[in-house]
C-alpha cells in the first residue's frame, strides 16, 4: 500500500509543478493553491516511500497467540456459589438449578 501512496504521491506532485503552479502563476491567480497541492503531495509520496521501504512504516513483526478463547475461567467454586445465589432469589427453577450444578460438576 505505501508503494502504491508513493507512486501517486509522485504523480501529483509532477501534475502540481507542471500544471498546477505554471496556471496559477500564468492567470494571476491563487499561486498558494498550487503550492499547497504539490505540498501535500509531495508529503504523501514521502510518507509512502517509508511505509514501502523502511521498518518505520509497514509492521514487520507478527503477534500470534497461542489461545484461542481468551475467556477467564473462574473456579468450579466460584460458579456453583453465583448458581445457589441465583436459586436463593428465585430466578431459575429448581429443575434449571439441578441441571446446571451437574453441568457445572460434569466440567470438572
Not at 500500500?1 to 503552479?21: A, P, S
Request: proline letters at 4%; one cysteine or more; glycine letters at 10%.
Amino acid at each position: 500500500m505505501g508503494f502504491f501512496q508513493m507512486i501517486g504521491g509522485t504523480i501529483f506532485t509532477i501534475i502540481g509543478l507542471t500544471v498546477v503552479i505554471p496556471m496559477a502563476s500564468k492567470d494571476d491567480g491563487p499561486v498558494w493553491f498550487g503550492l499547497l497541492w504539490t505540498g501535500a503531495a509531495a508529503v504523501g509520496a514521502i510518507m509512502g516511500a517509508i511505509n514501502a521501504f523502511s521498518d518505520k512504516g509497514i509492521p514487520t513483526e507478527e503477534i500470534v497467540s497461542d489461545s484461542t478463547d481468551t475467556r477467564v475461567t473462574r473456579s468450579t467454586e466460584d460458579r456453583l456459589c453465583e448458581l445457589d445465589d441465583i436459586r436463593r432469589r428465585e430466578l431459575i427453577s429448581p429443575e434449571e438449578y439441578a441441571e446446571t450444578r451437574k453441568r457445572i460438576l460434569g466440567e470438572h
